[in-house]
């Protein structure tokens, strides 16, 4: 029987897409239990290996997520970066918030991340420093909003990761709204000269480097 593409890469990888797995699995239980309400909708685990080559690259230190979810990416990232990485993770929901922190002391990682409350929008303004490693993962219609801070809170080196742009492309089914606020944003940061960034065809998301 021909393997599919997700069998050669779990293969080719070796394990490196299992990290955190369980996490992973926990997630999309938590969304099926709580219907279309619930917007828990973890990266597909073939991204973790991602993580390890930004971290390496940027030689990250300190790491920003918009929207943890049940706190899978996070972890992730965290894992990634080691024991001297600090992830400070943004989530809109208390009560997935409230499960990521669960999560995180289950796995050792309480320590290495901090959950930070509210909307990516509210909370961007507010934080202070460099991060080396940023990635959007939240309301995708709030981005567009998130460039200059986006600017302020990276360096020369610096990559932001950006998901949740499908519905711009016609996936997902294509009904979502926002459409036109992810047109905007990825027209204004790859015109924006603080960063150099290419859009990843299929899996539509972008990766944009600080310079």
């Known amino acids: 029987m021909r393997k599919s593409v997700k069998q050669l ?3 080719i990888y070796d394990g490196q897409a299992d990290v955190h797995l369980d996490l992973y699995q926990l997630s999309n239980q938590h969304r099926r239990k709580h219907g279309r309400g619930c917007d828990m909708f973890p990266s597909d685990p073939l991204q973790a290996p991602l993580w390890t080559v930004l971290a390496s690259l940027t030689h990250a230190r300190r790491m920003l997520e918009v929207g943890c979810g049940h706190g899978y990416t ?3 990232m965290a894992s990634a970066g080691g024991p001297d990485c600090q992830v400070d993770t943004i989530e809109g929901d208390l009560g997935h918030a409230d499960l990521a922190e669960q999560a995180f002391e289950q796995r050792g990682l ?29 309301d995708w219609v709030e981005y567009p909003r998130y460039i200059p801070y986006l600017r302020r809170l990276t360096r020369p080196g610096s ?44 899996e539509w998301h972008s990766i944009s480097v600080r310079v």
């Open 159 to 202: 990559v932001v990761v950006t998901a949740n742009l499908n519905p711009f492309f016609g996936c997902w089914g294509g009904k979502l709204p926002g459409k036109q606020a992810i047109q905007s944003y990825l027209t204004r940061i790859v015109k924006d000269p603080h960063f150099r960034t290419y859009i990843v065809p299929g």
């Open 110 to 138: 309480s320590r290495r991340i901090h959950v930070i409350r509210g909307r990516g929008q509210n909370i961007l303004p507010k934080l202070k420093g460099h991060y080396d490693v940023v990635f959007l993962d939240g």
């Open 74 to 76: 996070a972890a992730l």
């Open 9 to 11: 890469l779990t293969e």
